[in-house]
């Protein structure tokens, strides 16, 4: 709950402060990532051809944005900033950033800027939330007790089978047994009836 809270302040952040560099930009994209993890990021435009592209990222708190990479379409890739950074895809326009072993630090805004000469395009903006470490803890907690609820569950449900089944037969068992003593007295019954007629017509 409390990341939620502290994510939602962020947006506002975002919606209220003077972003006055990213006003060229149509849509944003909100990725959510696990401390320690990886994330991909998409860097792509439709315009072609281009020469190269920078991805860029600002932090919310920072006015300052900051170079992460740079790619030539030479196949020139140069980091910038101290950020684990691997490229997929890479031929321009469009190319896959995997950011790696993420943490809080790399909560921002990032975007990549392709250039053409004197000719500037602008990508689509992704911000990136990343959970601290005692977060995704809690969360892979939570997963193993729902896990462990699922599987005493099936246990008992397993458990309530059986003790069904056992009692069905047993039942059934009991019934075949009771048939025969049945017959046997209604047999008996019908002997000692006879018995009692033939008796009468004697005496007759």
């Given amino acids: 709950m409390a990341s939620v809270v502290r994510c939602c302040v ?10 006055s560099s990213l ?4 849509t944003v994209m909100v990725l959510k990532g696990d401390h320690g993890k990886n994330i991909n990021i998409q860097c792509a ?6 020469d190269g592209v920078y991805m860029k990222r600002k932090k919310l708190n920072e006015s300052e944005q900051q170079e992460v990479f740079h790619y030539y379409r030479d196949g020139t890739f140069t980091e910038k900033i101290n950020v684990k950074v691997t490229l997929h895809e890479d031929h321009l326009p469009k ?14 805004l990032y975007w990549c800027e392709f250039y053409l000469k004197e000719k500037q395009t602008n990508s689509s903006v992704t ?8 977060e995704t803890i809690l969360h892979d907690e939570k997963n193993c007790q729902a896990a462990i609820v699922l599987y005493v569950m099936i246990a008992l449900f397993a458990i309530i089978l059986c003790i069904l089944g056992f009692l069905c037969v047993k039942m059934k068992r009991s019934r075949e ?4 003593s049945k017959k046997s007295q ?14 009468t017509t004697a005496s007759l």
């Fill in 10 to 19: 962020l947006l506002l952040s975002i919606c209220f402060s003077r972003l």
């Fill in 23 to 26: 006003a060229s930009f149509d």
């Fill in 45 to 50: 435009t439709d315009k072609t051809p281009q």
């Fill in 95 to 108: 190319l896959t950033a995997t950011l790696k072993n993420l943490t809080v630090a790399d909560i921002g």
């Fill in 127 to 134: 911000f990136l939330w990343v959970t601290e470490k005692n």
């Fill in 177 to 180: 047994s009771d048939t025969p």
């Fill in 186 to 199: 209604d047999s008996s019954i019908y002997e000692e009836m006879t018995k009692n007629r033939r008796g």
